[in-house]
């Protein structure tokens, strides 16, 4: 059946209400129609007692209605029809009773009282008034008809053979108003049960919605939650817990804490109720490790019991990686503007200096022991000079001209000014992309980037190594990846600083050039073991920068 909830109780309590009513009514007929007839076949035997026989008949009749009326019971979707049709059989059934046992005499006209009593149980309070009123009319009817004579008599029944008029205006008077009065007495108390029940059942329903939208917010929040015993063992793990984690409920259900989340080797509920922002390290896999931020709190139940300690917490790996690089961003804005003004400041008399010195070198009087320090000096002045353009580039990145270029094609003519320029002669370098791959970028921009990680890639390969480039135009990545050494985990968050250089005569300005060119764009690099044992450089674009698809797969050596 569809409806609301409290729709539904009503529709099952008023089927379980009906049964109870047939099953009760058939053991009233039984108990007081056996007891007459019994009455009865103690004055007359059966073949005289007609009123022993009808009141039999009767009877079975009324255990043949009942099977009926319960099958019928069983098949019903609504029950007003039902109910009015067993509302008029108990009244036709009743005022025969009355009548096969002494019309105003009779001892069974409180079974109306029965009957309008049955009526409230089911019916509004008008309903009820109106069972009331039918009851009355019909049994002053029966009453009146009894007066003049009008019913039959037949051999062994009960009806006295003289009746006052004033006995049956007595008795009229007297049922009519026990009728009413039952009515609504009946009708008042069965409509404050009904409404009391119906809010009661709706309380519980609240209850039973309250519990199962907690159990789906449990399911489907994005937090995972667990539930940790007095004990310290896992009582409660839900699906975000088990997504961040790989541990599946029936794995960790029941096991001390300490046994998941190592970090909790001394469990004490104390100390960890009220911790509101804690983090704590878990080690998912031999190569993936998470940072998880917590907080715990006591958990009670509606009675107020203690049901235990409620951890939640949420994986912070990717969070704690984007704070990092925001920090990086920070420190790379403050050198920037720190080498901007040092540029300024240095490069007029550094260009001072090495004229100076240049002019110097022009006198026939310098010894040749100076004309050598001279050298040198114009030299590293050449030398600081070109750092300072480096830090002015890094200062003050031009803005970006972006174009639709072939990446592919760029990478090509890269790669054959590298082999060209003798640098790396032992060197293999594999091209794997598709040809042409078309982005929009900063043509100028994204030419020094690859250049800077190509030439950082071969002086890693050499003397005999190999390099290899790859494009995956899906994801807008591009990969350089080489088979040296390598760079230790503790190096690669403070790769891309400036200053920073694994190099004997780096500056460490050409890494953190190459991280502010791929920002500019909105992209992210980052660097991970490769595949041929040594770095593995991504550069990751993003969506606005990426173009139209390529044709074919380039698959090729050069040495």
């Known amino acids: 059946m569809a409806g609301t909830p409290v729709q539904k109780y009503i529709y099952n309590a008023s089927r379980r ?102 009526a409230s149980a089911f019916c509004p309070r008008p309903q009820v008034l109106v069972v009331a009123s039918a009851s009355s009319i019909l049994y002053g009817s029966l009453l009146d008809l009894q007066y003049y004579g009008y019913l039959p008599i037949f051999n062994g029944q009960m009806l006295p053979k003289e009746t006052h008029h004033y006995d049956v205006f007595y008795a009229v008077f007297l049922h009519v108003g026990a009728f009413f009065l039952t009515a609504l007495l009946s009708g008042t108390l069965a409509e404050r049960l009904r409404r009391s029940e119906e809010a009661r059942e709706k309380r519980e329903i609240d209850y039973g919605e309250l519990e199962r939208l907690n159990q789906s917010i449990l399911t489907n929040i994005n937090s995972g939650l667990m539930v940790i015993n007095a004990d310290g063992r896992i009582r409660s793990f839900n699906n ?69 300690l409620l951890i939640a917490f949420q994986d912070l790996t990717e969070f704690k990686a984007l704070e990092e690089q925001l920090k990086r961003t920070d420190r790379l804005a403050a050198v920037g503007r720190l080498a901007s003004g040092l540029a300024h400041e240095i490069r007029n008399p550094l260009a001072s200096i090495s004229g100076s010195v240049q002019l110097l070198l022009e006198d026939e009087k310098v010894s040749d022991e100076d004309r050598q320090l001279m050298r040198i000096v114009v030299k590293e002045a050449d030398r600081l000079s070109l750092l300072l353009s480096d830090f002015l580039v890094f200062a003050r990145p031009a803005p970006l001209q972006v174009e639709t270029i072939d990446i592919a094609l760029l990478l090509d003519e890269l790669i054959a000014l590298l082999v060209a320029s003798g640098q790396f002669p032992g060197v293999v370098i594999d091209k794997a992309y598709q040809r042409p791959v078309l982005m929009n970028v900063d043509p100028q921009k994204m030419h020094q980037v690859l250049w800077d990680l190509l030439i950082n890639a071969g002086e890693a390969a050499r003397p005999e190594g190999k390099i290899r480039v790859g494009i995956d135009e899906a994801k807008g990545e591009i990969i350089i990846e080489d088979t040296g050494s390598g760079i230790a985990k503790e190096d690669r968050d403070k790769l891309f600083e400036p200053f920073f250089t694994t190099k004997e005569r780096g500056t460490g300005l050409g890494l953190a050039n190459v991280y502010a060119n791929i920002e500019a764009h909105h992209g992210r690099i980052y660097v991970e073991p490769g595949s041929l044992g040594g770095a593995q450089f991504i550069i990751e674009l993003p969506d606005e920068c990426r173009g139209g698809q390529g044709r074919g797969m380039q698959d090729e050596k050069i040495i």
Do not use: M
């Open 240 to 308: 975000a817990a088990s997504r961040i984690t790989g541990c599946h409920l029936e794995e960790v259900y029941n096991r001390p804490i300490e046994a998941i989340f190592p970090e909790f080797d001394t469990f004490d509920p104390e100390a960890l109720d009220g911790i509101e922002r804690g983090e704590l390290y878990f080690c998912k896999s031999a190569e993936e490790v998470l940072t998880l931020g917590y907080s715990a709190s006591q958990v009670v139940d509606r009675n107020k019991d203690n049901l235990g």
């Open 17 to 118: 209400l009906l049964s109870w009513y047939l099953a009760i009514r058939l053991v009233v007929v039984c108990f007081f129609l056996g007891g007459t007839i019994f009455y009865q076949l103690q004055q007359n035997s059966w073949v005289e007692s007609s009123v022993a026989r009808y009141l039999s008949y009767l009877t079975l009749l009324t255990v043949l209605q009942t099977v009926i009326s319960g099958n019928v019971l069983t098949r019903l979707r609504r029950y007003r029809h039902f109910i009015n049709a067993q509302l008029c059989w108990d009244l036709f059934f009743v005022v025969l009773v009355i009548y096969l046992t002494g019309g105003v005499d009779s001892l069974y006209s409180f079974l109306f009282i029965l009957v309008i009593i049955a």
